[in-house]
């Protein structure tokens, strides 16, 4: 049986030509399979590029995503890091006051009279303020991280702002325990000089300096001559010279209204201007000026009035 063939006339316009191929039905079937083959391919790699745009386009999302969250969980860190040396600042400022809380408490053992007026309780509960508790339980569903970031940005920003009022609040009663502190290391308590009380605040005693009787400003603590006298506060010497009923003398001004004299001294170790300490040896007991024998004549002085030295004798030297 003889076979058919498929003729292809190719003819060209230029060359007045014609071209022709045979084609045998068979080869005409396998271009046309070759074809379909093709076609199905191309629409496969297409299909595919399409699939690898898409994910290509979700890596891409992703990413962005994942540089937010990171952009997010650093800004986290930042505000965790100031939260955290806000509590470290806090902690030390409260340590500070608890030493500062109990130098007061153990210069205030023996009770004094202040020239100042501040108030005689201070409780440990104003040093320290409780902080906001964020433990609720929150969803972490992609859906709700905006509200999920929102709640800890409002925790994080109640928390520093209670914080921050912390501190104000330990820096001021920092100070205030602080001036308390002062005034108390500024009272008289020390006894000037080792003895006993021979002539009490308020006697009537004949002076040459007053031209006749007055009451006794001070008191008289009789001791040998030589005795070291020391300073019952810290101060500053605000005299060191002679007086004419008292002798030699010393003046020390400690600060806060008080201030204390010391009268009939042997000698005197300071100079006027120089600064003292509590316990610190500043003359030596005498009988200088009208005096009947050794003794220190002592005076206490707030705001220049004088006041009862034997509230004041609270420590042995």
Do not use: C
């Not at 506060?233 to 004419?244: H, K």
């Not at 030596?284 to 009862?308: C, F, K, M, Q, W």
């Amino acid at each position: 049986m003889e076979r058919k063939a498929y003729t292809i006339i190719i003819l060209s316009q230029q060359a007045a030509k014609a071209k022709k191929f045979l084609i045998s039905p068979l080869a005409l079937k396998t271009a046309a399979v070759v074809l379909g083959i093709a076609l199905l391919v191309s629409a496969f790699i297409i299909y595919d590029y399409g699939i690898y745009r898409e994910k290509v386009a979700d890596l891409h999302r992703l990413q962005a995503e994942a540089d937010s969250q990171q952009g997010e969980i650093r800004a986290f860190l930042g505000k965790i890091t100031v939260l955290e040396e806000q509590i470290k600042k806090l902690a030390e400022m409260e340590r500070q006051m608890e030493r500062d809380l109990k130098e007061v408490n153990e210069l205030k053992k023996p009770k004094r009279r202040s020239p100042v007026g501040l108030s005689s309780e201070v409780t440990k509960k104003d040093s320290a303020e409780v902080l906001p508790a964020v433990g609720e339980e929150i969803s972490i569903l992609e859906g709700e991280r905006p509200q999920l970031i929102s709640h800890l940005n409002q925790d994080l920003l109640v928390m520093r702002k209670q914080a921050l009022r912390t501190e104000q609040r330990l820096q001021d009663f920092g100070k205030s325990l602080q001036a308390r502190k002062l005034v108390l290391l500024a009272t008289p308590s020390l006894w000037p000089v080792a003895g006993k009380i021979s002539s009490r605040f308020g006697d009537t005693r004949l002076t040459a300096d007053a031209g006749g009787p007055r009451p006794h400003r001070g008191v008289d603590i009789s001791a040998p001559t030589g005795t070291p006298i020391v300073a019952p506060a810290d101060g500053v010497i605000r005299l060191a010279g002679e007086g004419l009923d008292l002798g030699r003398l010393i003046i020390i001004d400690h600060g806060y209204g008080f201030s204390t004299k010391y009268g009939h001294l042997k000698k005197y170790f300071v100079q006027t201007g120089d600064k003292v300490r509590k316990g610190q040896i500043i003359g030596a007991v005498g009988s200088t000026g009208t005096s009947t024998g050794p003794h220190l004549h002592y005076e206490v002085h707030i705001h220049d009035r004088p006041v009862n030295p034997a509230d004041y004798l609270k420590q042995r030297p």
